[in-house]
């Protein structure tokens, strides 16, 4: 078996690449039996990745889709103890989700 690609993206490909194969119904019972495994491992892995994800934005996040308030407010002191003095990313104010 071939090493997986690396990114999200390249094993979604490959995934779906290894669907297409198999869906096409050309290919030895074998190789459709190592297609399959691969195939697999890949949806495993893809899904792992969302659940992370997904885990990630859902700690940043209230049930409302809100920042959570300490670090909307710049209370953060996860750097080094240094607190953040009120900066705001274009990217936390909201608007993008």
Do not use: C, R
Not at 12 to 38: R, Y
Not at 87 to 97: R, T
């Amino acid at each position: 078996m071939a090493s997986q690609p690396k990114s999200f993206e390249e094993q979604l490909a490959k995934l779906q690449e290894i669907v297409t194969k198999l869906q096409q119904g050309n290919v030895s019972l074998n190789d459709s039996i190592e297609l399959f495994k691969e195939g697999m491992t890949l949806s495993n892995d893809l899904k792992g990745q969302l659940n992370e994800a997904e885990t990630t934005l859902a700690q940043m996040m209230d049930e409302n889709g809100q920042l959570h308030p300490a670090e909307e407010k710049g209370d953060d002191v996860s750097n080094n103890g240094v607190q953040n003095q009120g900066y705001k990313s274009q990217f936390l104010d909201g608007d993008v989700f």
